[in-house]
Nanobody, 124 residues
Framework: QVQLVESGGGLVQPGGSLRLSCAAS????????IGWFRQAPGKVREAVAG????????YIADSVKGRFTISRDNAKNTVYLLMKSLKPEDAAVYYC?????????????????WGQGTQVTVSS
């Protein structure tokens, strides 16, 4: 069964850090570009960061540039999103998604598989 499972979300104070994980099962992630998206209540889903099959960051949202880093460990079949200097506006449900092409795109419709999401809350 093909599955993506996110973990690592939670409650963090402004300025804090979290590392999200996206673990794949049922398929090998090394053939897929991966994107992280987020959606806050009442807002549209936003592309956050994407990484290619060759471990190159292909896009990162201006709102998180310099604070978020996407990486992958194909040996562990896992992709990560390291989030630093978190702000209240970063609060959202974060999703990872996989698309079978070399470079990740910021278009949600391009993705083949999605995880169920993990909640990130940034509050003091």
């Amino acid at each position: 069964q093909v599955q993506l499972v996110e973990s690592g979300g939670g409650l963090v104070q402004p300025g804090g850090s979290l590392r999200l994980s996206c673990a794949a099962s049922g398929f090998a992630l090394d053939n897929y570009a991966i994107g992280w998206f987020r959606q806050a209540p009442g807002k549209v889903r936003e592309a956050v960061a994407g990484i290619s099959t060759s471990d190159v960051t292909t896009y990162i949202a201006d709102s998180v540039k310099g604070r978020f880093t996407i990486s992958r460990d194909n040996a562990k079949n896992t992709v990560y999103l390291l989030m630093k200097s978190l702000k209240p506006e970063d609060a959202a449900v974060y999703y990872c998604a996989a698309e079978r092409r070399p470079d990740a795109t910021p278009r949600a419709d391009d993705y083949d598989y999605w995880g169920q999401g993990t909640q990130v809350t940034v509050s003091s």
